[in-house]
């Protein structure tokens, strides 16, 4: 069955800390997605993937970084957490021809 | 997420009626569309999907309609059930083949 797993379920940083989130699929897909999720907003890319070590801003990269040094990982990095990145994060995995992305069950962050 | 539903367009439909949920999106240039549907504290499934060079696409209980004319989408369910009451979002794919971008969300509701 096929899966996208996520570190956490819900987080709770302080502002101006380092947060990672993690996330792994285990399909063998060559893209990865970060989203965030806010009320009446959908889903806004942050950053994405084609490939190990390469990456691509999204919409919304602002304030944050990502890491894929293998194929089934992909990590977002918030160097310095603030409180307007308070939200819900989503991982996501297609193959490489593109078409259906797998989400992940998403990750509840509050920076108070 | 738990708050994917604040500030949402929200149907609501009694049970074992037929369910339509709309969406326009707005790259005429789009070729590939997906249909998605999250429940409260899940990540988005996968429910349809329907390429440019089709106008309606069936699956089990649902159907999609594509009008490229007017840049609209619609989601039909059928005998819409409990189950079935979720967040559901509409997303395009246009030019990088594996980006898409979604729509805000319409919340479905099912009353008994």
């Known amino acids: 069955d096929v899966k996208v797993t996520q570190s956490s379920r819900y987080l709770v940083k302080r502002t101006g800390e380092k947060v990672f989130l993690e996330c792994v699929q285990d399909?063998?897909?060559?893209?990865m997605f970060w989203y965030r999720q806010d009320p009446g907003l959908g889903l806004r890319l942050i950053y994405f993937?084609?490939?190990?070590?390469?990456?691509e801003k999204g919409d919304i990269p602002e304030g944050y970084s990502v890491s894929r040094e293998k194929k089934e990982r992909f990590s977002l990095i918030l160097e310095s957490a603030s409180t307007n990145q308070t939200s819900m994060y989503l991982c996501?995995?297609?193959?490489?021809?593109?078409?259906?992305?797998?989400f992940g069950p998403g990750t509840r962050l509050t920076v108070l | 997420g738990e708050n994917v539903g604040l500030h949402l367009p929200t149907l609501s439909v009694q049970e074992g009626d037929n369910s339509i949920i709309n969406c326009a999106y707005s790259?005429?240039?789009?070729?590939?569309f997906i249909w998605y549907k999250q429940e409260s504290g899940k990540g988005p499934q996968f429910i349809i999907d329907?390429?440019?060079?089709?106008d309606k696409r069936q699956g089990q209980r649902v159907t999609v309609l594509l009008n490229k004319t007017v840049k609209h989408l619609s989601l039909q369910i059928a005998a819409t059930q409990p189950g079935d009451s979720a967040v559901y979002f509409c997303a395009e794919r246009t030019g990088t083949a594996s980006k898409l971008t979604f729509g805000t969300g319409t919340r479905l509701q099912v009353t008994l």
């Open positions: 993937s084609y490939d190990v070590k390469m990456k």
């Open positions: 790259n005429s240039a789009s070729d590939y």
């Open positions: 996501a995995s297609s193959p490489g021809q593109g078409g259906e992305q797998f």
């Open positions: 399909m063998d897909h060559e893209n």
């Open positions: 329907i390429r440019s060079n089709m």
